[in-house]
């Protein structure tokens, strides 16, 4: 896995040691597949889409692609995904992990899958997607919101927040990035929204229902010192399709969930 290693240490959250490690630059999504989406329009334009998505319920998960993922279901496409996240924290049996925007929980799930006996959890604010968990993570789901955890202080190995945080605005997304600090001082892994150019913000502008704060990664890197967070970190960056000039026109949408480096 390419690591972009950045000048700040933090303690790694376990009370017993003192061992401290650097914040990484790291793509632990990159095993997500790659889709193509295709609307006939930028569907984040219509405002009744975006106020649809932002109820977080069964449109947003189970209902059209205009209004949030068209059909969210368990496909074992975390599996990879979980084992480069117990790989990269060296997570073993007995230890316990937070999934902040779990959603139905597929990857608390193939966490405790890949790992047997990891103690996982998630937290999501959709009373939907936790009611209609899958099955093994059916107990461990937790209704909240991303900026006030309800766990103690350094309970947790590993906290990781994957295309979550981006949907609070500033203020609060300051206050989830210091909760994630909180519950696993420097061992955490939040991926976001991010764009590089004005080409990239158009298109992303035109998808996306729910983002509230979308940064490029420079000021991505500010707003986590402006917090005090010392987890790693990744982009999610929607690809424009090259052979696609005209978003509108072409009807061709964003890779999202591509995680591109800056
Ligand atoms: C793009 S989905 C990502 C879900 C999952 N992490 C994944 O990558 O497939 C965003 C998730 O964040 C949740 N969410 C939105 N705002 C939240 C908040 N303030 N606190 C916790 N979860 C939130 C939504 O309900 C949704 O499950």
Request: contains cysteine; charged residues 25%.
């Amino acid at each position: 896995m390419q690591k972009q290693r950045r000048a700040v240490s933090a303690t790694t959250g376990n009370p017993n040691s003192r061992q401290t490690r650097e914040m990484v630059e790291i793509n632990l999504m990159r095993h997500y597949p790659r889709t193509q989406r295709k609307l006939t329009r930028p569907r984040a334009l219509d405002p009744i889409n975006a106020a649809a998505a932002l109820r977080f319920g069964r449109e947003y998960f189970d209902g059209s692609r205009e209004q949030g993922y068209g059909g969210y279901r368990y496909d074992g496409r975390w599996i990879p995904i979980a084992l480069d996240i117990v790989e990269h924290f060296g997570l073993k049996a007995g230890q316990r992990v937070l999934d902040v925007g779990c959603a139905k929980g597929f990857l608390v799930k193939d966490l405790m899958d890949v790992c047997p006996g990891l103690e996982v959890f998630g937290l999501d604010i959709s009373e939907y997607a936790i009611t209609n968990c899958v099955p093994e993570a059916k107990g461990r789901l937790v209704l909240g919101s991303a900026d006030a955890l309800p766990f103690g202080s350094g309970s947790f190995a590993a906290v990781v927040s994957i295309n979550t945080l981006h949907n609070l605005e500033r203020s609060r997304l300051i206050t989830a990035l210091q909760e994630t600090e909180r519950l696993s001082p420097g061992r955490s892994y939040v991926q976001v929204d991010a764009y590089h150019n004005d080409a990239e913000r158009d298109f992303f502008l035109g998808w996306c229902l729910t983002a509230k704060t979308f940064l490029k990664p420079a000021d991505w890197r500010a707003l986590f010192a402006e917090a005090g967070y010392h987890g790693d970190y990744h982009w999610t960056v929607l690809e424009m399709d090259p052979s696609v000039n005209d978003f509108g026109a072409s009807g061709a949408g964003p890779n999202n969930n591509q995680a591109e480096r800056e």
